[in-house]
């Protein structure tokens, strides 16, 4: 069974940071884009960040540039894993976080992905 398993999330006082991590179990994310999407209550998902699969391809949004730091770990015979830096946090950035994952993609744009992780919720609250 293909899927994607984040994790990191919690509650942070503003200013803080936070680390999120996106693992893959039943494939190799060796060919996969990976982005990260939030949802916050009421709102519409957006895409948040992404990286290609090399890792020479990244974009982000503009309300986390400077602040969120996206980068992967590619070692052989490891666990591939994705992780979301978050710098900076604001109560804005409370949000559901999900990592998804799309073949051949290079980060330009946010088309649908292909697997999507059940999410971790990030709260920004003193």
């Known amino acids: 069974q293909l899927r994607l398993v984040e994790s990191g999330g919690g509650l942070v006082q503003p200013g803080g940071s936070l680390r999120l991590s996106c693992a893959a179990s039943?494939?190799?994310?060796?060919?996969?884009?990976i982005g990260w999407f939030r949802q916050a209550p009421g709102k519409e998902r957006e895409g948040v960040s992404c990286i290609s699969s090399s890792g020479g391809d990244t974009n982000y949004a503009d309300s986390v540039k400077g602040r969120f730091t996206i980068s992967r770990d590619n070692a052989k015979n490891t666990v591939n894993t994705v992780y979301l830096q978050m710098n900076s946090l604001k109560p804005e950035d409370t949000a559901v976080y999900y990592c998804?994952?799309?073949?051949?993609?290079?980060?330009?744009?946010?088309?649908?992905?292909?697997?999507w992780g059940q999410g971790t919720q990030v709260t920004v609250s003193s």
């Open positions: 039943g494939f190799d994310l060796d060919y996969y884009a």
């Open positions: 998804a994952a799309l073949k051949y993609f290079y980060c330009a744009g946010w088309p649908s992905f292909d697997y």
